[in-house]
């Protein structure tokens, strides 16, 4: 296990928020648990406008408008960083988008990877694989 003062923030992906509310998700627990653990060694959670979008557009069809609009709600009351995507970190992520080779792999996910390149965030909380692909490093593997 990977000490974890070394780690002082992580990017949250679109699949941990909505796997929070949604408590029919396969990773509801696992999110919980992982959730608890950062907040207990107090690492700082961060995240994208373009990751926001996602979660309110999926959470909105999987939950209900009103489950979204919560959610929406409570995250800006919290202490989650939103990095906004700007001009530039939007056209390295079409760039990074076209060399990915797997039709899995979305805009947003290649957003996500220049977000934490360009903000020196080295893991991200996610249940995706396609990011240790990109060669991000998941936080369930060091908690």
């Known amino acids: 296990m990977i000490n974890m003062r070394m780690i002082s923030k992580v990017f949250v992906d679109t699949n941990v928020f909505v796997a929070i509310r949604d408590t029919t998700d396969t990773t509801h627990t696992r999110a919980i648990k992982i959730s608890e653990y950062l907040r207990n060694h107090k690492v700082k959670w961060r995240t994208s406008s373009d990751v926001i979008g996602e979660t309110l557009t999926v959470m909105s069809k999987k939950l209900g408008k009103a489950i979204c609009v919560d959610w929406y709600k409570d995250f800006r009351n919290s202490r989650i960083e939103e990095i906004f995507v700007d001009e530039r970190l ?39 694989d396609d990011f240790r692909k990109m060669g991000m490093k998941l936080v369930e593997d060091v908690v």
């Open 90 to 128: 939007h056209k390295e992520a079409r760039s990074a988008f076209k060399q990915v080779k797997s039709k899995n792999t979305s805009f947003i996910d290649c957003s996500s990877v220049v977000a934490m390149k360009r903000n020196n965030i080295k893991y991200i909380f996610s249940f995706d």
